[in-house]
T-cell receptor, first 114, second 111 residues
Framework: KQEVTQIPAALSVPEGENLVLNCSFT??????LQWFRQDPGKGLTSLLL?????REQTSGRLNASLDKSSGRSTLYIAASQPGDSATYLC?????????????FGAGTQVVVTP | EAEVAQSPRYKITEKSQAVAFWCDPI?????LYWYRQILGQGPELLVQ????????DSQLPKDRFSAERLKGVDSTLKIQPAELGDSAMYLC?????????FGAGSRLTVL
């Protein structure tokens, strides 16, 4: 069974610092990996989707890398702002599941202090 | 921008009562998902629909949970009877081209 782990569970940084969030998965047979943001008590917002054939994706201050062979993805957020405070979750789409089931990590809770 | 609509946003109920959640996916999205998210954990898939058919309900507690998607559009998730351990956020999502869009969720508290 695919296991997705996110370490650390929580992170606090001063405004302006770069954020580095880690995601690891046990089975490299994935279709893609997706990063989400979740604000307290709200649903999930998709940030970036990386296909299994890709190494990275970028959107504005966000950059996500994927190393499928080692089972790792990293989300970089440049020049963090207080508005970046949220929980960030990664999810992998399992290739061995015929319907492409998404397996989520527990998330990293980020606080950016002014 | 198209959204996934969910209702109610909040529901407080006593154990052994019945509860129901409704989801209206983005128009044209054939795939619909119901996830349960316990506080501090990642979402866990309860049921996945492709059009009106269930394609994965392996994690759905079928003795008390049911889900339907009549006509392949909106969907209802029901719990009867509710238990204390069902307190969680229930998230609906729909997808196209492997990109999931989530609704705002329905927060259930069972007393």
């Amino acid at each position: 069974k695919q296991e997705v782990t996110q370490i650390p569970a929580a992170l606090s940084v001063p405004e302006g610092e770069n954020l580095v969030l880690n995601c690891s998965f046990t089975d490299s047979a994935i279709y893609n990996l997706q990063w989400f943001r979740q604000d307290p008590g709200k649903g999930l917002t998709s940030l970036l989707l990386i296909q299994s054939s890709q190494r990275e994706q970028t959107s504005g201050r966000l950059n996500a890398s994927l190393d499928k062979s080692s089972g790792r993805s990293t989300l970089y957020i440049a020049a963090s702002q207080p508005g970046d405070s949220a929980t960030y979750l990664c999810a992998v789409r399992v290739a061995t599941d015929s319907w492409g089931k998404l397996q989520f990590g527990a998330g990293t809770q980020v606080v950016v202090t002014p | 921008e198209a959204e996934v609509a969910q209702s109610p946003r909040y529901k407080i109920t006593e154990k052994s009562q019945a509860v129901a959640f409704w989801c209206d996916p983005i128009s044209g999205h054939a795939t619909l998902y119901w996830y349960r998210q316990i506080l501090g954990q990642g979402p866990e898939l309860l049921v996945q629909f492709q059009d009106e058919s269930v394609v994965d309900d392996s994690q759905l507690p079928k003795d008390r949970f049911s889900a339907e998607r009549l006509k392949g559009v909106d969907s209802t998730l029901k719990i009867q009877p509710a238990e204390l351990g069902d307190s969680a956020m229930y998230l609906c999502a729909s997808s196209q081209a492997n990109v999931l869009t989530f609704g705002a969720g329905s927060r259930l508290t069972v007393l």
